[in-house]
């Protein structure tokens, strides 16, 4: 049976949130460059990732363990096509034992949600989402083991521990501008026995839900 031990912030020291900001901001434009580390301490191997930070801006992932020949690494802009500024108050990492890490963030600027699954095995396929609906957004509410995250025609829940998904259909296909997510997606609620999702057509409101077991 896999193992799942306490997540431990190394060092959370980024951009900080800005009181003022638009509901589309998740914090203010401050340049700081420090990288952010998390770690699984009591883990033996110590499964690791670290986020590096270059003129502001979040520059590369790499993720590690100590019975790995190398680590691994993507760099941001490149894997995300989008430059990137982050606030470590608006990121939530999950180590699963040695198979993965799931990174979930949200884009200070535009507030837009990205997710990326990073398995240390290098013969396993990274899995990302430039459309996460991440619990930082307050009309977002995602229960601790579950990440959600959208399509144009539906959304998708996915427990981290098990790797388990599930997936809604909206019914139709909606134009979604991802970096202004609340004129379609209104709100969300997901956990392992339902997901829930509020969506806007033509001015009016429109509910689906489904009931899943994850």
């Not at 340049?31 to 499964?47: G, V």
């Not at 601790?144 to 139709?172: C, H, L, P, Q």
């Not at 501008?177 to 609340?182: A, K, L, M, V, Y």
């Amino acid at each position: 049976m896999k193992l799942f031990f306490s997540l431990t912030l190394l060092l959370a020291l980024i951009t900080s949130c800005n009181n003022n900001a638009t509901s589309s901001s998740f914090c203010d434009t401050a340049c700081n460059n420090d990288t952010i580390k998390y770690e699984l301490a009591e883990h033996p191997e110590r499964p690791r990732i670290k986020i590096s930070v270059k003129n502001c801006v979040a520059d590369s992932l790499t993720w590690y363990h100590k019975a790995m020949p190398a680590s691994r690494q993507i760099h941001l802009e490149g894997f995300f096509d989008q430059q990137l500024r982050l606030n470590a108050k608006a990121i939530n990492c999950f180590i699963n034992d040695t198979s993965n890490v799931w990174l979930t963030f949200n884009d200070c600027i535009t507030g837009r949600g990205y997710m990326v699954m990073l398995p240390f095995d290098k013969k396993g396929d990274i899995k990302k989402s430039t459309a996460a609906l991440n619990s930082f957004d307050p009309k977002f509410s995602v229960s601790t083991d579950m990440r959600a995250y959208a399509i144009k025609s539906g959304m998708y829940a996915v427990n981290v521990k098990t790797g388990k998904e599930e997936f809604m259909t909206f019914k139709e296909e909606y134009d979604i501008d991802w970096n202004n997510i609340h004129k379609t997606i209104d709100s969300v609620n997901v956990t392992p026995q339902r997901m829930y999702v509020s969506l806007f057509k033509n001015g009016k409101e429109i509910p689906i839900e489904k009931k899943i077991a994850l």
